[in-house]
């Protein structure tokens, strides 16, 4: 909120600001997903945290390819953050975007939502296991400057039957987003009753046993949580495991799940790679693909970012995975 997080000054660099070819495959899955849907006439496009607008700048550019696609589809961007809606409107040229501040301003048309980087970014709460009893962390402010981490004994069937999930069976520490449970289960209920999917591609990993993942970064560099509070991007590492146990409270849905690395291959990063190279410099040459190299090796982003999709049942798409 107070700054904008990306770039050479921000906090770190996200996919689509590595290399526009993340942000191409991700548009030839959209079109190629919304053909599984039936091709319907009028759908939406919801990018769900847009960050500087980069990934749907060069979305639309590669959407403009396709004329029969672009006419049918109206693009929403959800976003909280002043600095960044105006950064994205900078950045995005294009008459059919609306930016809105609540998913409840979606027509009821079937509907794409993509979250590159968005569920680790929303607040989270802790809680540990000692001796039986289950402790929620706290924040406390011991004065303006200083700040701690308390515990605070909670009842956690209470917890459990508020998400309507058991999760705290053979745990002894539990990591979950109120907010972003809320996120999934609202556009769950839309895709069923709307058809559509969401596509989510972040960092985490697919665990039945939680952990404790909670990280700061200040300036592209770890920091400790309680420094540099307001500051600094607080994240965590995306429980994969825990999506699709929610999603399979909804018997109509199912999940398509794999790595980076896999999803831009299957989708042909390398091929594109190859073909905008043809007529390029040799040291433009070594930028692409060094670029490449970041967002589908596996000691970069490859292993570390997952992709997950969920959809209709009945959409038997598989394109990516």
Same mark, same amino acid.
């Given at each position: 909120?107070?700054?904008?997080? +990306?770039? &050479?000054?921000?906090?770190?660099?996200?996919?689509? /600001?590595?290399?526009?070819? =993340?942000?191409?495959?991700?548009?030839?899955?959209?079109?190629?997903?919304?053909?599984?849907?039936?091709?319907? @006439?009028? +759908?939406?496009?919801?990018?769900?945290?847009?960050?500087?607008?980069?990934?749907? @700048?060069?979305? &639309?550019?590669? +959407?403009?390819? +396709?004329?029969?696609?672009?006419? @049918? *589809?109206?693009?929403?961007?959800?976003?909280?953050?002043?600095?960044?809606? !105006?950064?994205?409107?900078? /950045?995005?040229? =294009?008459?059919?975007?609306?930016?809105?501040?609540?998913?409840? !301003?979606?027509?009821?048309?079937?509907?794409?939502?993509?979250?590159?980087?968005? =569920?680790?970014?929303?607040? &989270?709460?802790?809680?540990?296991?000692?001796?039986?009893?289950?402790?929620?962390? =706290?924040?406390?402010? *011991?004065?303006?400057?200083?700040?701690?981490f308390i515990n605070k004994r909670v009842d956690i069937k209470k917890v459990e039957k508020k998400i309507n999930y058991k999760f705290s069976d053979k745990q002894n520490f539990l990591e979950y987003s109120p907010l972003g449970f809320k996120y999934l289960k609202d556009i769950f209920n839309f895709i069923k009753n709307n058809n559509g999917g969401l596509l989510i591609i972040d960092y985490g990993y697919f665990d039945k046993k939680m952990q404790d993942t909670l990280q700061a970064i200040y300036r592209k560099r770890y920091s400790k949580v309680l420094e540099n509070i307001g500051k600094s991007d607080i994240t965590y590492n995306i429980n994969y495991y825990f999506i699709k146990k929610i999603a399979e409270n909804f018997k109509e849905l199912n999940i398509n799940f794999t790595s980076q690395k896999e999803f831009l291959t299957n989708l042909g990063i390398r091929q594109r790679a190859e073909i905008i190279c043809k007529n390029k410099t040799f040291s433009e040459t070594s930028d692409i693909f060094y670029r490449l190299k970041r967002l589908i090796d596996k000691k970069e982003m490859g292993d570390l970012f997952k992709v997950m999709l969920i959809k209709k049942s009945n959409n038997k798409s598989q394109i990516g995975f």
């Amino acid at each position: 909120m107070n700054s904008n997080p +990306f770039g &050479i000054t921000g906090d770190f660099t996200t996919g689509p /600001n590595i290399s526009r070819l =993340f942000s191409e495959m991700v548009a030839i899955w959209t079109i190629s997903f919304w053909e599984s849907l039936g091709s319907p @006439k009028k +759908f939406n496009l919801v990018e769900l945290g847009a960050g500087n607008g980069e990934m749907m @700048k060069v979305m &639309i550019a590669s +959407f403009k390819k +396709f004329p029969f696609f672009i006419v @049918k *589809c109206t693009i929403f961007i959800y976003e909280k953050s002043p600095k960044l809606i !105006k950064e994205q409107k900078k /950045n995005i040229k =294009f008459k059919n975007i609306k930016w809105i501040k609540s998913l409840k !301003k979606l027509n009821k048309s079937p509907s794409i939502y993509l979250a590159n980087e968005f =569920f680790d970014a929303l607040p &989270i709460k802790q809680f540990s296991k000692s001796k039986n009893s289950w402790f929620e962390k =706290f924040v406390h402010f *011991c004065n303006n400057k200083k700040a701690e981490f308390i515990n605070k004994r909670v009842d956690i069937k209470k917890v459990e039957k508020k998400i309507n999930y058991k999760f705290s069976d053979k745990q002894n520490f539990l990591e979950y987003s109120p907010l972003g449970f809320k996120y999934l289960k609202d556009i769950f209920n839309f895709i069923k009753n709307n058809n559509g999917g969401l596509l989510i591609i972040d960092y985490g990993y697919f665990d039945k046993k939680m952990q404790d993942t909670l990280q700061a970064i200040y300036r592209k560099r770890y920091s400790k949580v309680l420094e540099n509070i307001g500051k600094s991007d607080i994240t965590y590492n995306i429980n994969y495991y825990f999506i699709k146990k929610i999603a399979e409270n909804f018997k109509e849905l199912n999940i398509n799940f794999t790595s980076q690395k896999e999803f831009l291959t299957n989708l042909g990063i390398r091929q594109r790679a190859e073909i905008i190279c043809k007529n390029k410099t040799f040291s433009e040459t070594s930028d692409i693909f060094y670029r490449l190299k970041r967002l589908i090796d596996k000691k970069e982003m490859g292993d570390l970012f997952k992709v997950m999709l969920i959809k209709k049942s009945n959409n038997k798409s598989q394109i990516g995975f």
